[in-house]
């Protein structure tokens, strides 16, 4: 099998979510920066122009910009093997990969940034080494880490609401650490689309950065496990007796499960409530957006109340893109399997998320998430 070139970084967010997948699929690949010469001639203009983290680029010269079309891409040749083929599996499996790509940027953002004297020394040599050599590089690298550093607040993190923030990311941690404790991966014995989701953040930001990997040392061994077996080609579940070999039987969410999908949604659902109404207001005031206008990566600020905190976060279309694929999901189930997954999601307190739409949808073109 040919090579494949994934452009990304060790500390990316989103490239971790690829990565995983490729390894788990036995995919050759190398990784490599965005500083080639290469990359800005080649690879550049077949991402849409838009320079980011992951972009892969096959051997016969495809090049693929972000995690969800990557895996797509991949997906379609290999039979959708980390697809579940049962109909609550696949939308909680749907649901997870939104979640993990979406709605945990908050404590991402926050346990990367506000805790300087644990983590500075770490992102310095990091945004540095993937800068281009050039004599001013330092100088880059620190401008780029003041433009993330201050992108944070727009994620909602502030001191108004680091106590919520902390307080939400200990009680997910520690569901999901009770779960990966009874179970390898989301859904079995082997990953789901879900948790390549779910490794965005947990990889890169909260599980290797000094601080927040620092908290899953001492509190949740278990997830650490999670993250290291996501890392791994083989199943890497030899602490578990009897594992299941692939996803479980009989459509089954586990109890442990629901009680993670519990935790997200106290943050999640409201959220992404107050973002599809600002997003929704912002498309009813555009006379003239033509279909296959670029969605940009935020239109305004959503506004929402968490336990009496009061929370204000950029409003981003590619939430709806995910989560609307889970939807797709749902509609395509029989009328009993979607009552028995309204069921779950009322178990869930995640209900909603089957209706919060926005009023226009989200395609791709050349690369770029475009209104249709």
Known sequence: MEVVTLYGGPHSLFTGRARCYLIKADIPYREQNLGSQHYRTNVLPKAGGRSGMPTIETAEGEVIRDGAAIIDRFEAETGHSFSPLTPKQRFISRLFDTIGAEGLLRPAMHYRWNFPEANDAFLKFHFEALMPQRPDKVAWAEAARNAMRGAAQAFGVNPET???????????????????????????????????????????????????????????????????????????????????????????????LIEVLKALAVDFVPETRAAADTINRWLNEQENLEAGTTAERGLGFATFEIDSVTVTALAQPYRFYLLKR????????????KNETLALLDRCNMRDLIDIKLTREIGRNNNLEVWL
């Not at 390898?184 to 950065?209: C, N, Q």
């Not at 620092?214 to 890392?231: D, H, K, P, T, Y």
């Open 162 to 256: 680091t106590e919520l923030v902390e307080k939400l990311y200990l009680d997910v941690v520690e569901t999901l650490n009770n779960h990966f404790a009874a179970y390898p991966y989301l859904l079995g014995g082997k990953p789901s689309i879900g948790d390549f989701g779910l490794i965005a953040p947990m990889f890169a930001h909260l599980g290797r950065d000094p601080k927040p990997l620092s908290i899953l040392q001492s509190q949740a061994f278990s997830v650490l496990r999670w993250i290291e077996r996501m890392g791994r080609f083989d199943a890497d579940v030899a602490e578990y007796i009897d594992p299941p070999q692939g996803f479980l039987d009989g459509d089954q969410i586990p109890e442990t």
């Open 326 to 337: 889970a939807q797709d999901e749902f509609e395509q189930m029989s009328e009993t399997d």
